[in-house]
């Protein structure tokens, strides 16, 4: 695939992204107004990481990985019915083991429910945990029908599913939630019904392209076959890998529990700004890359592949500098204007939000940055380097978690742990970086280097004139205004004439990514 063909298929992935990730906004709105950051958004918010540890495990994760690469390979080689063919076998073994892991989830957090060596907030946590564990089971079937639809270039449905989740949550809170009354308990246990039911949704909506493209619909028990030991071998240290750096996000979400009932809801909030940017580009361009990368590996097309990674990375530092900045001088002010609309998200869970968000922010950079390296090494089916460095990102994170709670004081400890997030990932980035330079010749790091300064030069006066802007210009329109819309006017005029400097500043230093942005979205 062309890198303008990149861009564009980037740009659907990114146009439905979007669409989601608004309406994961507005969700998050809603759900900030009804529990703010009480104990009932931060038991959701710890229970809803659980199934989500195994979509990306089984889902986005190490089965996806494994399985595009080898998929792509064996319809190109060998035609559409023997790659059809062994993803029924895959789907089968991956249906019947995480049933067996939703029925086992089931029964344990049933069991600890009973328990009386819980405190509340746990027991909580544990019963919304039994009602969304099914969930695993369609989710990463569903991720892995996305993995099938975009090796065929098809990108538009499996980026619109996840909108679903968010559509669904939103009809729950909007329609049933006057319905059931106001006791948080029986509100938050329908919003995880609604949960299992968006995983259930995400799958039916893909049933019709992948008919289309030509899925038998059949399962196959079948799996002493060479491709799916093949795919196994991949997947092994791929899973290894995720299943220590999920397990270390869940304990993230435990200890933050542990610091206190709002820990887990502020750094929820403040994560879902940096995702927002973060899954309308870099995760868009992740989607696509997987298998643009698997397809110049198999051509053998080593030059189109390097070429590829400096584009990607030019690009996603031109998008990423700014937004990082512009997050991490405007937090209070966006998650004041986007959460406290009257209901339980107060001033002060804006403070504690708006702490975790400024040492969030960096993590822009190297996150996005993962988005490249990762589909790289696992377009040329080598799936234990990313695991190797993955354990050691673990480790560092973890230690700089325990270090941070234990000398921050206590209202910062959550931020604290914001902060060995990006740092452990900064490290690994940087050293997966290195390697991939030594498999992937002629990576042009002096052009990708250039570009990004010239970024960040923009970027950092970009910041300056927004953070000015807010606060110049909030006295004045607080003597005109409510105080809501008077922060609405500030944020907004200020985020508009960040936006502009920065194009003037790109502009005026000759920023190649402008014009190939432009000459890429703009080709048919």
Known sequence: MKDGKVIRSAGVVGSFTLLSRGLGMLRDIIIAYHFGTSIWASAFFVAFTLPNL?????????LSAAFVPIFIETRTKEGDQSAWNMAAKVVTMTAALLSSIAIIGVLLFSVLTRLPC??????????????????????????????????????????????????????????????????????????????????????????PALKRFGCPFKFSNRWNDPKIRKMLLLMGPAALGMAVTQFNVLIDRLLALWIGDWAPAALFYSERM????????????????????????????????????THSLRHLSFIMLPAALGLLVLAPDILSCIFEWG????????????????????????????????????AMQDTRTPVRIGIYIVLINLALNIIFILILPEYWKHAGMAFSTVLAEAVGMSVLGILLTRRVKNIEWPSILRSS??????????????????????????????????????????????????FLLSLALRAPELRELKSALLRR
């Open 453 to 502: 300064l010239r970024h960040l030069l923009s970027a950092l006066l970009m910041a300056a004139a927004a953070w000015l802007t807010a606060r110049l210009l909030l006295p004045v329109f607080g003597n005109m205004l409510p105080l809501k819309l008077a922060n609405m006017a500030s944020l907004t005029t200020a985020m508009a004439i960040g936006a502009l400097t920065y």
């Open 274 to 309: 940096i995702y927002f940017p973060l899954g309308i580009i870099a995760t868009a361009m992740g989607t696509v890359l997987l298998p643009t990368f698997s397809t110049q590996r198999a051509e053998d097309n080593h030059a189109a592949m390097s070429t590829t990674i």
């Open 343 to 378: 209901g339980r998200f107060s001033e002060y869970s804006t403070l504690l939000s708006a702490r975790a968000l400024m040492f969030y922010a960096p993590g822009l950079l190297v996150f996005s940055a993962a988005k490249v390296f990762v589909p790289a090494f696992y």
């Open 118 to 207: 819980f405190s509340d907030k746990w027991i909580t946590t544990f019963e919304l945990s039994r009602i969304m564990f099914p969930y695993v089971v369609f989710i990463c079937l569903a991720a892995l029908s996305m993995a099938v639809l975009n090796s065929y270039r098809h990108f538009a449905t499996s980026a619109f599913a996840p909108c679903l989740l968010n559509l669904i949550l939103i009809v729950i809170m909007l329609a049933v939630f006057p319905v059931v009354g106001k006791e948080p308990s029986i509100r938050a246990t329908a919003l995880a019904w609604g949960v299992l039911l968006a995983g259930i949704s995400q799958i039916a909506i893909q049933l």
């Open 54 to 62: 195994f979509r990306r495990l089984f889902g986005e994760g190490a």
